[in-house]
């Protein structure tokens, strides 16, 4: 179905625009339209938190209007919360190990094993959302007009892989370390796209790519779904700069999973313990075995 309008342009309070009138007694002024607080009451983008947003607004429907400051239609928030599961748990990665074995060493400190898990998301796990909705937003850019249609995007996307191979660099979201045949998060992320008139430029293009690919590289790679992921959300008009930030919210929630299971059926000891029982002593490849004094 195509998307309603958004709601609101959300530029201040329920009622209208802000106006900064000054900190406390004519003092210092800190201007923000998010959360603001009195000794009764809690605002939040201008509504109250307690009557107008709990209970009423999900979530997902909560960050995207906080990060655009505009209350989103249903379709993106329904596009939105499909990326947040996408992205949110792929089974023993090294973030999630990471959270585990924290966990392990400092069970005390929750907030360590979430956050050793969440520094993890760098260019090979999680950052590839990011790095593939810079990189389309970077081709539409100098781009210029759009194609308008498949043969024109076909075009677009072989003239761009062959410019990324000419100077050795690789395309983000192209190839998986484990769906060699096919992410099966792709097909419905493209799907509910379609379903709600989201279908934008970025997604087209990364489609075209998936499909041009391997007239240049002489090998097929399928498009992954972190890749489709950072394309879906830069056609929902967020920041490039910001959508390594979505990845990590999806994945907070799947490193607590990780470690909601360590607590019933913990594995990081064993994970430890096997890496510690099978260390084995190496010269240094120098052959000099003493030790090197600075």
């Not at 000794?39 to 999900?58: F, P």
């Not at 909560?62 to 596009?79: E, F, K, N």
């Not at 089974?91 to 990471?98: H, K, L, R, V, Y």
């Not at 060699?180 to 970025?202: N, V």
């Amino acid at each position: 179905m195509a998307e309603s309008t958004d709601r609101g342009e959300g530029t201040g309070g329920a009622g209208g625009g802000h106006t900064d009138t000054g900190g406390a007694a004519g003092g210092p002024s800190f201007p923000t339209w998010l959360g603001t607080s009195t000794e009764s009451t809690i605002s939040l983008m201008g509504r109250d938190l307690a009557e107008d947003l709990m209970g009423k607004v999900g979530f997902g429907e909560l960050v995207l209007w906080m990060v655009t400051q505009r209350r989103p239609s249903p379709g993106r928030v329904r596009l939105f919360e499909a990326c947040l599961v996408a992205l949110a748990d792929h089974g023993f990665t090294p973030t999630a190990i990471a959270a585990r074995l924290t966990y392990l060493s400092a069970p005390d400190s929750l907030q360590g094993a979430l956050a050793a898990g969440l520094l993890g998301g760098g260019s090979r796990f999680l950052g590839v959302t990011e790095d593939t909705g810079r990189f389309l937003s970077g081709v539409l850019e100098r781009q210029g007009p759009q194609p308008g249609d498949e043969a024109g995007w076909d075009a677009l996307a072989e003239e761009v892989v062959s410019r990324e191979r000419a100077a050795r660099r690789i395309i983000p979201g192209l190839g998986h370390p484990v769906h060699k045949e096919g992410d099966p998060r792709t097909p419905a992320l493209l799907r509910i796209a379609e379903e709600e008139g989201l279908r934008g430029p970025h997604l087209r293009l990364f489609e075209a790519i998936g499909r041009t690919h391997e007239r240049v590289l002489g090998r097929r790679l399928v498009l992954n779904g972190a890749g489709v992921c950072g394309a879906a959300l830069a056609d929902l008009d967020l920041p490039p700069d910001l959508l390594r930030g979505f990845a990590l919210l999806a994945r907070a929630g799947g490193l607590l999973g990780q470690l909601a299971e360590e607590r019933r059926r913990p594995m990081a000891m064993d994970t430890y313990l096997l890496v510690d029982r099978n260390a084995t002593y190496t010269a240094p490849e120098d052959g000099d075995d003493d030790a090197v004094r600075d």
